[in-house]
């Protein structure tokens, strides 16, 4: 990196370099900053909060780099904007490896500024000094690593430029001919700016830069296919995880059922099919499928990766933000996006019909014809038959008793009602009566643990924004990701929204130090339920758990935990209820509660 003609402006380069960085940032559209505090990182930090001041953008702050990569992915997730990471040197950087995975496989864009050494203490076992540029390997395909500047002009030009090349590519926009520090197919995801500094590491006096917005917008689709619906009805739209709602279009429009995950914005619609595990391994169902249009990351079942390997199966995967395609055939066609038939025709019009019923017909009406009937039958055979599988909601009210003519009737329905609101919270039922009470406006955050999958398997059509960190599935920084997404979904006071996250004991456990709020940091409205059966029953489900000493699966896998979450929650200075019964339930999540709440629900193993 060169410097040319403007004058310093503070007396130390550092901070003149992190002024007109993080300025060319913004301008091309961060808007969120998280930071850890460090010695190396200073000037960046200190002119970062200068930012703020002047509302130029959002400082969030947090004394653990993975608990603040975490937050940054929720932010980032939320807004669909890349948020920026400001860390110190050595092993701070490392510890935003985990966000930075997730990010990579999920297509989120982060911009990672990682503070160093200058090259002259590189090598020599200085401290807190090892070789950052490139650590996080094939997860982060754009890498710059900057030179610490000198006492001379900033080449403003310059830096512009890497900042927008930098925000580019963490929206997924393909290279520059020449550049091959991309992969051979990008996609949104994290990128490094990792910048070395010299003492004075920082300013007392910062003059920031000039605002000069210049956003950069998310790249568009290069390939697309035409997809027509089937003679013969036999084609199944699969929605994985971050599908989008484009699934359930497509599946309207090519009079096709919709199987769809929880968190893939897609799980709801006329076309929507329930029990879909069940219905995938049954001949009359499953085995009745030719062709499969696969949208987003399938995650939560085997059936799904076994019908997409099916020699007789046609596969058409539309690449989502991720940059690698769900493809366990090996053998799909892969493109960036699809068109259909419009919706206005036949395959789409008549779709929600197959669900309430037929078609009135009359004099003079047109019916539909015989392909297209052919069609709903088809949907009308996995929509009724998942609903089989699935069964009413347990807490569903038993209506007809209730408006019973007969006193007796209905005094027996007053009884059932009073007993079901005392009984035991079963998964089943926390997975429904969180789906309940959650709209349009809220937020819904699912860790990675057994309750996902209770909720994916039982809960109805609904249209309601539901998150999980699917790129690798693991369990580690959920409580962060889901403070990310209540910051960015609750910036607008006039749309009073809760996000809610439903967690097991140990994901709680793990990413327990993102309960801490710093002083004056901001607390959102965030509610934490976490069912705890003591351990990780997930693992209870194994093949080996069958055969393998109890006591060994026991201690390795289920790992027993007799945390007091009450006394946690108030170390962390936050709100604690336990909802042992299905009333104190709905109440706790029916309360309007003052900051970040921690819902324990107890559960049997």
């Known amino acids: ?274 029990g879909y595990r069940t219905l995938l391994g049954e001949r009359a169902f499953g085995g009745a499928v030719r062709r499969v249009v696969v949208f987003g990351h399938p995650t939560l079942t085997r059936q799904v990766p076994a019908l997409l390997r099916r020699s007789d199966v046609e596969v058409v995967v539309v690449r989502g933000s991720a940059p690698e395609a769900y493809d366990p055939g090996r053998d799909a066609t892969v493109v960036d996006a699809v068109d259909v038939p419009d919706d206005d025709r036949p395959h789409g019009r008549h779709q929600a019909e197959v669900v309430a019923g037929p078609p009135a017909d009359g004099p003079g009406a047109e019916g539909p014809s015989a392909d297209d009937r052919a069609h709903r039958a088809w949907v009308g055979r996995w929509v009724q038959a998942g609903r089989l599988v699935v069964g009413d909601d347990e807490s569903a009210p038993d209506l007809g008793s209730a408006t019973s003519d007969e006193p007796s009737e209905r005094a027996a329905f007053l009884r059932g009602e009073v007993a079901l609101l005392r009984r035991e919270v079963s998964r089943r039922a926390l997975a429904e009566t969180l789906w309940r009470v959650t709209w349009p406006h809220d937020r819904l955050v699912l860790g990675a643990s057994r309750l996902i999958r209770e909720v994916d398997e039982v809960v109805p059509g609904k249209r309601i924004p539901v998150h999980a960190n699917r790129g690798l599935a693991g369990i580690d920084g959920t409580i962060a990701t889901a403070t990310g997404i209540a910051y960015a979904s609750q910036l607008d006071e006039t749309r009073p929204g809760v996000t809610r996250v439903l967690v097991g004991d140990l994901t709680l456990l793990h990413d327990v130090g993102s309960m801490l709020f710093g002083v004056g940091e ?54 604690y209820s336990k909802a042992g019964t299905r009333a104190e339930l709905d109440r706790d999540l029916a309360r309007r509660w003052d900051g970040p709440v921690l819902i324990e629900v107890p559960l049997a193993r």
């Not at 200058?118 to 650590?135: D, K, M, S, V, Y």
């Open 522 to 575: 901001v607390r959102p409205r965030l509610q934490v339920v976490v069912g705890n059966d003591g351990g990780g029953t997930i693992f209870d489900g194994l093949e080996v758990a069958a055969s393998a000493p109890a006591d060994a699966m026991t201690r390795v896998q289920f790992t027993p935990q007799s945390v007091d979450l009450s006394s946690l929650a108030a170390a962390y200075g936050w709100q």
């Open 1 to 274: 990196m060169s410097y040319g003609t403007d004058d310093p402006t503070s007396g130390s380069p550092a901070t003149d370099y992190a002024v007109e960085l993080l300025s060319a940032l913004i301008d091309a559209g961060v808007r969120e900053i998280v930071l850890s505090p460090g010695s190396r990182s200073q000037a960046l930090a200190l002119v970062a909060a200068d930012l703020e001041r002047a509302g130029r953008v959002r400082l969030r702050v947090r004394i653990d780099e993975r608990s603040a990569a975490f937050l940054a992915l929720g932010l980032a997730v939320e807004s669909g904007s890349p948020t920026a990471i400001i860390t110190t040197s050595g092993t701070a950087v490392a510890n935003l490896h985990p966000a930075v995975l997730e990010a990579h496989h999920s297509g989120v864009p982060l911009v990672l500024l990682t503070a160093d050494r200058p090259t002259e203490l590189r090598g020599i076992g200085a401290n807190q000094t090892t070789h950052q540029p490139g650590l996080f390997g094939r997860a982060v395909a754009f890498v710059r690593d900057v030179e610490a500047p000198v006492d001379r002009p900033v080449d403003v030009a310059a830096v512009r430029a890497l900042a927008s090349d930098a925000v580019s590519a963490s929206l997924g926009h393909r290279p520059a001919a020449g550049d091959a520090s991309f992969g051979d197919l990008p996609a949104p995801g994290p990128v490094q700016i990792n910048v070395a500094f010299r003492e004075p590491l920082s300013a007392p006096v910062v003059r920031l830069a000039e605002a000069r917005p210049d956003p950069v917008t998310r790249a568009s689709p290069v390939s697309r296919l035409r997809l027509t619906v089937d003679t013969a009805p036999a084609t199944l739209v699969v929605a994985g995880h971050a599908a989008t709602d484009e699934a359930e279009r497509v599946a309207r429009a090519l009079g096709a059922p919709l199987v769809a995950e929880v968190s893939s914005g897609a799980h709801f619609g006329p076309n929507l099919a329930l």
